[in-house]
């Protein structure tokens, strides 16, 4: 396995009384028992570096709200883009029968901002392109989709928003996992989802009730 001692003599960097048993893959420094820590990754580190990894995580709280925040605006343009369809199809008369795979069709846009912002709201780095791409194309969306569009892009650009998507970041979270309690935000996130689905659906209804 990785990080363990060879060593028989090997005595922790903290404890120099106790037999070490792992080395601390960031530093190299020998880990007793009682220090050694594992990784979600199955990296081994010791006390002190779980405890700088600890650190960056916290003081990076602020930006990984600010980012999971993001899932929001991908829920609205997704509502506005699902909004803009159907009131199109209706607006052609083509909701029924044969164009019905149609109007499935245009809606998937709706299913990959809704993928992207679930990205978002999980911090997985692997939707970060996907977030990009869609929020560049949300430019197009006049005025809704060009307003959080470009604070989508904004917030993923600057330094604290490439920076929780990093490398670096990745090997923080699967050290220290467990974040800020957030149930609230998740909450928050799902009140979005659906006021801004009903928000719509409303809208809709008004425009196009018979
Ligand atoms: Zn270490
Ligand atoms: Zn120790």
């Known amino acids: 396995m990785t990080g363990e001692t060879s060593e028989e003599h090997a005595r922790c ?17 020998y880990a007793c028992q009682e220090c050694k820590r594992e990784t979600k990754r199955g990296r081994h580190l010791c006390m002190k570096c779980y405890r700088r990894y600890l650190e960056i995580r916290r003081d990076h709280y602020r930006a990984e709200h600010r980012v999971q925040g993001l ?3 991908f829920y609205l343009i997704a509502a506005t883009w699902v909004f803009v369809v159907v009131s199109f199809a209706r607006f052609i008369g083509r909701v ?9 069709a245009w809606l998937l846009p709706g299913l990959l901002l809704v993928m992207a912002g679930r990205g978002m709201a999980r911090l997985d780095r692997r939707r970060r392109p996907l977030a990009i791409l869609l929020a560049g194309l949300s430019l197009l ?8 569009g470009a604070r ?9 928003g490439r920076f929780v998507f990093s490398d ?6 699967a050290a220290v996992p467990d974040g800020e309690p ?3 935000l998740r909450r928050v996130l799902f009140l979005a989802a659906v006021f801004s689905l009903g928000l719509y ?6 425009r196009y009730a018979p």
Do not use: F, M
């Open 13 to 29: 960097a903290e404890h120099p009384q106790d037999h070490a048993e792992v080395t601390c893959e960031r530093c190299g420094n």
């Open 71 to 73: 899932a929001v605006s």
């Open 96 to 104: 029924d029968g044969v164009a019905t795979w149609k109007l499935i």
């Open 141 to 148: 969306l006049v005025p809704i989709g060009t307003l959080l």
């Open 152 to 160: 989508i892009l904004i917030v993923l650009a600057r330094e604290p």
């Open 168 to 173: 670096d970041y990745a090997e923080v979270l």
């Open 182 to 184: 957030e149930g609230r």
């Open 201 to 206: 659906a409303v809208l809709y209804l008004v």
